[in-house]
Nanobody, 119 residues
């Protein structure tokens, strides 16, 4: 199994910054992808940013390009999401996710951390 625990959420003023962390434990060697998603009431959970566990290739949703940076520290088994220039629209519960490359792919999710951006 893979266990994910997010931290770092909170309340921040628009224009401010937060850094989210995701501690990864369990069968880490089975993970091929790590990513961040967010969800607001009435909306489907949406992809925000992703990073491959090897090579470091990253991808971002258009809404956060240029503002958010995803990274990982394999030594610490931790993934990060640096969020800059936060906007009210960024308010959501943020989840980290890990993908196991089986068929169909298996996704593991953290419990989420609340990010609230005040105008």
């Amino acid at each position: 199994q893979v266990e994910l625990v997010e931290s770092g959420g909170g309340l921040v003023q628009a224009g401010g910054s937060l850094r989210l962390s995701c501690a990864v434990s369990g069968s880490i060697a089975s993970i091929s992808f790590l990513g961040w998603y967010r969800q607001t009431p009435g909306k489907q959970r949406e992809f925000i940013a992703g990073i491959r566990t090897t090579g470091g290739s990253t991808s971002y949703a258009d809404s956060v390009k240029g503002r958010f940076i995803i990274s990982r520290d394999n030594t610490k088994n931790t993934m990060y999401l640096q969020m800059n220039s936060l906007e009210s629209e960024d308010t959501a519960v943020y989840y980290c996710a890990a993908r196991e490359p089986i068929t169909p792919p298996q996704y593991y999710w953290g419990r989420g951390t609340q990010v609230t951006v005040s105008p």
